[in-house]
């Protein structure tokens, strides 16, 4: 059994589509017409799939933002015009769980930094499940430090439950490895471009998302802690995740309210994985728009309205109760 | 050392809570201390040396020299993603105020240390665990925007458990915010200090902590990114007592330089002697 709430649910779809599918071939090759029970069976499938998936709640998107097979960055980088990987933080190793390097997207020169989980044990062992180390960090800041040099437009896709939490990560000092990133990131004088592809968890995911334009998948999520987190941090009790990710607004719906992202990308029903190879093509249509109206912009521009929107991000009051800064 | 005006204030309006306790037992050593005895040696167990979490205003007293000017004390919480678990926020952040006699997890201003004008920032523990909202994110940018128009040093001494859960990613974001405005204030010519104390972790240690020119840390402070906790369950085994403590990151190569608590000012002092072209006439 799963541990994924969708991938359970995927289940009773799945023996639909193989009897549908059964029915089709035996159609084809029978003398007895079965269209009308295929095509009952096509309005139920299809009836059950807006039932399951029409409308999700946080938990059931945090589950459907971890579904094993939605495209990963490397699914998204592939069908780049041209991908060039540039490797290693040039001080300790090179981390696979951040992949980065020089691309063609749309026929236009870009720094393309992804963080990438594994599709199986195998590699999510390698990838360590998207967690970057230190290392990776370090990769990513070398290698926004270089697009910035070169005139580089970033592309940044974030797919990560969080920064590695181990020993090594401790000893080699994760705080500092994200904490360049994020000075890195607003000092780039180029176009940055983010999208949350999966998971969006915490500093280890704001590390590749300060950008001038954030763009979200449906169904993605995008929260200061992971729901296991959050609720083992304010409760001690990690399964109350559920709770904690209704209260943590961490849908793509909520963010763009709050102002922290600024573009939604649609999924099919069901998720970006039923159609993976449409999904890709909409968020690069997307991303290549996005830098197409921000290279229009001196780079003091673009650090001038980057800095004006992260400065007047958060909620606050001053003490005569006028609200300040209120981002809606 | 007088009491400067602006603590005497203070004080006298939270005598009920915090001074009320005359006694304070060492969790270090054991040792019972009397309570103003402590406050004279700044927090520091007479007898084993233990540093005890600092109050920020205890700490501004014993840094700057006289008068401190506060940047940012009209800006107060809101509760932007009407957050209720057991407690409302809003009843948390009423808690808290009442408790630790602040407004929010940092208090930011302007005074002078040996003579040079500096700005301050100094996060408090006791609100909330120290964690960052928009409060703790707009005043620290708040101060470093002021230190950059003023072209003074800044010092910021962090002491956080991280972001705060109960204002989601808008309590995230306060890491770009906050980080923004070091990029500018440091860009600009001018120097940051961190102080880290016990104990930095989390989103603050991820930003501004370790984000400043020469990063100093109070003896025996945790510092980290993941929490103890959270690592164990990860690895499924105990750390060693010195993992992520300031003399353990000195080792690893993470930090400048650790300090005695009692040591510190004159640290600052010296640090500010390198860095400050002129010498601010007393
Ligand atoms: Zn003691």
Not at chain 1, 239 to 260: P, S, V, W
Request: charged share 25%.
């Amino acid at each position: 059994m799963s541990n994924n709430l969708i991938v359970e649910r995927e289940k009773g779809l799945l023996e639909l589509e193989r009897r549908i599918a059964e029915l089709r071939s035996a159609n084809a090759t029978q003398p007895v017409d079965m269209s009308s029970e295929i095509a009952a069976l096509e309005q139920k499938y299809r009836q059950i799939l807006q039932e399951v998936f029409g409308s999700l709640t946080p938990w059931e998107k945090v589950h459907m933002a971890r579904h094993p097979n939605r495209p990963t960055s490397l699914d998204y980088i592939s069908r780049f015009d041209r991908f060039d990987e540039l490797h290693g933080d040039r001080q300790y190793r090179d981390d696979p769980s951040i992949v980065g390097g020089l691309a063609l997207l749309h026929g236009r020169p870009v720094m393309a930094i992804g963080q990438q989980r594994g599709r199986d044990t195998k590699e999510n062992l390698r990838r360590n499940f998207g967690m970057p180390a230190p290392e990776g960090y370090r990769k990513v800041r070398r290698l926004a430090h270089l697009a910035s040099r070169l005139g580089l437009p970033i592309v940044t896709l974030v797919d990560t439950k969080g920064a590695d939490p181990g020993i090594s990560s401790e000893e080699h000092a994760q705080s500092e490895a994200i904490a360049a990133c994020l000075h890195e990131f607003t000092k780039a004088r180029v176009p940055i471009v983010a999208t949350v592809i999966g998971e969006g968890g915490s500093g280890g995911a704001l590390a590749l998302a300060i950008a001038d334009h954030v763009i979200m998948l449906e169904h993605s999520t995008y929260s200061v802690a992971s729901p296991e987190g959050c609720a083992a941090i304010l409760w001690s009790d990690a399964t109350k995740a559920e709770e904690a990710a209704a209260r943590l607004k961490l849908t793509a719906q909520d963010l763009q309210r709050f102002g922290i992202i600024d573009e939604i990308v649609p999924e099919p029903l069901g998720g970006a994985h039923r159609d993976g190879s449409g999904i890709v093509t909409r968020v690069l249509t997307e991303v290549d728009a996005a830098i197409a109206r921000l290279t229009a912009r001196s780079p003091e521009e673009l650090l001038e309205d980057r800095y004006r929107k992260y400065r007047r991000l958060g909620a606050w009051q001053t003490t005569q109760g006028e609200v300040v800064g209120q981002s809606t | 050392m007088p009491m400067p005006e602006w603590l005497r204030i203070r004080r006298s309006k939270d005598s009920d809570n915090r001074e009320a306790a005359l006694w304070s037992k060492c969790p270090k050593c054991g040792e019972v201390l009397y309570r103003r005895d402590l406050l004279a040696n700044a927090y520091v167990c007479m007898r084993c040396g233990h540093h005890f979490r600092m109050g920020a205003y205890d700490r501004i007293s014993t840094i700057i020299d006289g008068d401190f000017t506060e940047v940012g004390a009209e800006v107060l919480g809101g509760d932007p993603l009407g957050w209720v678990d057991k407690k409302t926020y809003g009843a948390k952040l009423s808690g808290d105020r009442e408790k630790s006699g602040l407004a929010e997890a940092v208090v930011c201003g302007f005074g002078q240390i040996g003579g040079f004008d500096v700005g301050l920032g100094v996060m408090d523990f006791h609100f909330r665990g120290g964690t960052m909202g928009t409060v703790v994110g707009e005043r620290i940018a708040l101060l470093l925007e002021e230190a950059r128009r003023r072209r003074v040093p800044c010092i910021i001494f962090t002491a956080s458990g991280g972001a705060r859960m109960e204002e989601g990613m808008l309590a995230l974001v306060q890491m770009a915010k906050t980080s923004a405005a070091v990029t500018r204030f440091t860009d600009d010519g001018n120097v940051l200090f961190t102080v880290l104390t016990d104990p930095t972790t989390g989103g603050v240690a991820a930003s501004f902590a370790f984000q400043g020119d020469v990063i100093v840390a109070e003896s025996k402070a945790v510092i980290g990114f993941a929490g103890r906790r959270v690592i164990e369950q990860t690895i499924r085994q105990r750390l060693p007592d010195q993992f992520q403590t300031a003399e353990f990151l000195l080792e690893k190569g993470a930090i400048d330089m650790v300090v005695e608590r009692r040591a510190l000012k004159e640290t600052l002092v010296r640090l500010l002697e390198y860095t400050v072209g002129t010498r601010v006439q007393r």
